[in-house]
C-alpha cells in the first residue's frame, strides 16, 4: 500500500531528525536552538534578515521534533 | 413436521434402529419418556410440546422408570418398539429433521428445541433485555463521546461549509478549473463586507455563516472564488471508478486495485499537503487559510486527471492524450496560482495581513510557482501506469 509508505517514509524522516544530536552536529553546523541570536546573524552575515528567517524556523521546527519525540 | 403413519415409521426407521441399539442401554427411560411424550402428543401444537418434552427428559430417569416401560407396549406392537421411537422423536420433538440415534435425537432435540425457546428463553430474556440496554446505554454515550472529541479534530459545521454548493457554482467552477485564463476577479468574497445581512436572513447560510464567521467567507454557493470539497471528493471517487473502469475493459481489474488507486491518490494528496503546510510554515505564512482549504485545492487536480483519462479511453493516441494532459495541468496549475496567491501573498486590505518585505515576496512567489509545477508531476505521478503500454499511453510517443 502506498500510504504505508508514506507512513513509513515520514516516520524515518521524523527519526532522522529526532536523533541528531545537538551538541556534536547542530551547533556545529550552526543549527543549535540555543544558540545567541548573534550567532546566526554573524553566519547568516550580510544577506537579509528573509534567509535567516527560513533558517530560524527550520531550526524551531528541528527542535521542536527533537523535543517532542525524544523520550529524555 | 407432521407425524408420519405407523407402517411408515417401522419401516423408515430401520435405519435408525441399527445406530440406535449401542446408545440405547444408558439412556433408555429417558428415551422411552420420550418417545412417550411423543406418542401422546404428536398431534399437539409444537409450543406445549417443546415447553413439556425437556421436563420430562430432565425427571425421566429418577421418578418413573416402570410407567415409562409400562404405558409403550399397549400403543405399538412389540417388536417396532425401538423402532419407532425414533421417528416418533423426530416427529413430535420437531428441532432436527435429521437424528442419527434416539438418544442424541431426543437430547438435540430437548436441548436445542425445548431449552432453546422455553424456559432458559424466559431467562435469556430479562438478561437480554439488561444486555440491550446497557448496549444501548453505552453506544449513547461512546456516540456523544465521538462526537464530542470528533467535532474537536474535525469541525463537522466547518466542513458543512464547504459543501454548500449549488448547480451554478459547480458548473462555474468546473468551468473555472479547466479554463481558467479569462477569470478576472480571483478573490473571495468576504461576508462582512458585501452581503452579509441579506444572507444572514436565509435559513439555509445561517449555519454555515455562523460557523464560517470567523473565517468570514461567503460559502462556495455565493462565491465561485471558494473553495469547496464536493467537487475533490467526487472527482477522486469518480478517478478510483474510472481507473478501475480502464483496468476492466483491459480486463486487468482485481478488486485489490480499488484500495491501491484510493491508498495512491490519497498518498498524493497527504505529500502535496504537508508539502504546501511545510512550505508555509517555513515562510511565516499566516493567511487566513485553513487546512481544508489547502486540501480543497489539492483536491482540484482531479477534474484534469478525469479528463484526461476518458480523453486516453477514447483511444485518440498518445499525442492527443499527452497534449490533452499538458493542458489540463497547465490549466490548473494556472488556476491554484491565482487561487492560492491569496493564501500566500495576503491582500493588504485583508484585516489578518501582515506587512511583508520585498525578499519575502520574491520568496513566496517562487513558493507559489514551484507548487504550480508540482501540479503537473503529481499529475503524472496521478496517471502514470493506468494504460497498459500497448494502450495509448505509450504508443505513438
Same mark, same amino acid.
Given at each position: ?72 | ?39 401422546? %402428543? ?8 417443546? +415447553? ?18 409400562? =404405558? ?44 432453546? !425457546? ?14 440491550? %440496554? ?19 479534530? !474535525? ?11 449549488? +448547480? ?8 473555472? =478549473? ?54 475533490? =471528493? ?14 476492466? !475493459? ?19 494528496? !497527504? ?12 515562510? +511565516? ?113
Amino acid at each position: 500500500m502506498v500510504l504505508g509508505q508514506i507512513f513509513y517514509v515520514s516516520l524515518l524522516l521524523i527519526n532522522a531528525v529526532a536523533i541528531l544530536n545537538e551538541e556534536r552536529f547542530l551547533a556545529r553546523v550552526g543549527w543549535s536552538s540555543n544558540q545567541p541570536p548573534s550567532f546566526d546573524q554573524g553566519f547568516g552575515g550580510p544577506q537579509s534578515g528573509q534567509d535567516a528567517g527560513i533558517k530560524e524556523r527550520l531550526i524551531n521546527l528541528i527542535s521542536a521534533v527533537r523535543v517532542l519525540m525524544r523520550s529524555e | 413436521m407432521a407425524p408420519q403413519p405407523s407402517s411408515v415409521d417401522t419401516s423408515t426407521s430401520e435405519p435408525h434402529l441399527s445406530t440406535a441399539r449401542p446408545r440405547a442401554g444408558a439412556g433408555a427411560p429417558s428415551v422411552i419418556q420420550g418417545y412417550q411424550q411423543g406418542g401422546y %402428543q404428536r398431534f399437539s401444537s409444537p409450543p406445549i410440546q417443546e +415447553n413439556v418434552v425437556p421436563s420430562i427428559h430432565q425427571y425421566a430417569p429418577s421418578t418413573s422408570p416402570t410407567a415409562s416401560y409400562a =404405558v409403550p407396549p399397549p400403543t405399538t406392537a412389540g417388536q417396532s418398539f425401538y423402532g419407532a421411537h425414533p421417528s416418533h422423536l423426530s416427529g413430535s420433538l420437531a428441532g432436527a429433521p435429521s437424528q442419527p440415534s434416539s438418544q442424541a435425537g431426543g437430547w438435540s432435540g430437548g436441548f436445542g428445541g425445548g431449552f432453546g !425457546l422455553g424456559s432458559q428463553g424466559m431467562i435469556n430474556d430479562a438478561t437480554a433485555q439488561m444486555g440491550v %440496554q446497557f448496549g444501548r446505554h453505552v453506544a449513547q454515550v461512546g456516540g456523544e463521546y465521538v462526537e464530542r472529541n470528533f467535532n474537536a479534530i !474535525l469541525p463537522l459545521p466547518v466542513v458543512k461549509h464547504y459543501f454548500n454548493v449549488s +448547480n451554478s457554482y459547480v458548473l462555474h467552477k468546473l468551468r473555472l =478549473v479547466l479554463f481558467p485564463w479569462r477569470h478576472k476577479p480571483w478573490s473571495r468574497a468576504h461576508r462582512h463586507s458585501s452581503n452579509g445581512g441579506s444572507y444572514s436572513g436565509s435559513g439555509r447560510e445561517t449555519p454555515s455563516g455562523k460557523s464560517a464567521g470567523a473565517e468570514g467567507y461567503l460559502p462556495p454557493r455565493d462565491d465561485v472564488n471558494s473553495p469547496d470539497l464536493y467537487i475533490p =471528493v467526487m472527482s477522486f471517487v469518480t478517478y478510483i471508478l474510472l481507473t478501475s473502469m480502464i483496468y476492466g !475493459l483491459e480486463s486487468r481489474f482485481h478488486p485489490e486495485i480499488l484500495g491501491l488507486t484510493a491508498s495512491r491518490a490519497l498518498a498524493i494528496i !497527504l505529500v502535496e499537503l504537508s508539502a504546501v503546510k511545510l512550505g508555509t510554515y517555513l515562510l +511565516n505564512i499566516q493567511g487566513d487559510h485553513t487546512m481544508i482549504d489547502l486540501l480543497a485545492y489539492s483536491g482540484y487536480k482531479f477534474v484534469g486527471t478525469l479528463i484526461t483519462l476518458s480523453v486516453g479511453l477514447l483511444n485518440f493516441g498518445g499525442l492527443v492524450y499527452w497534449s490533452v494532459f499538458l493542458y489540463c495541468f497547465a490549466a490548473n496549475a494556472f488556476f491554484l496560482l491565482r487561487s492560492l496567491r491569496y493564501v500566500i501573498l495576503p491582500d493588504p486590505s485583508s484585516p489578518s495581513s501582515v506587512t511583508i518585505t520585498h525578499a519575502q515576496r520574491s520568496r513566496r512567489i517562487q513558493f507559489l510557482f514551484s507548487i504550480a509545477v508540482a501540479q503537473i508531476i503529481l499529475g503524472w505521478a496521478l496517471i502514470v501506469g493506468i494504460f497498459h503500454p500497448p494502450s495509448p499511453s505509450l504508443k505513438s510517443t
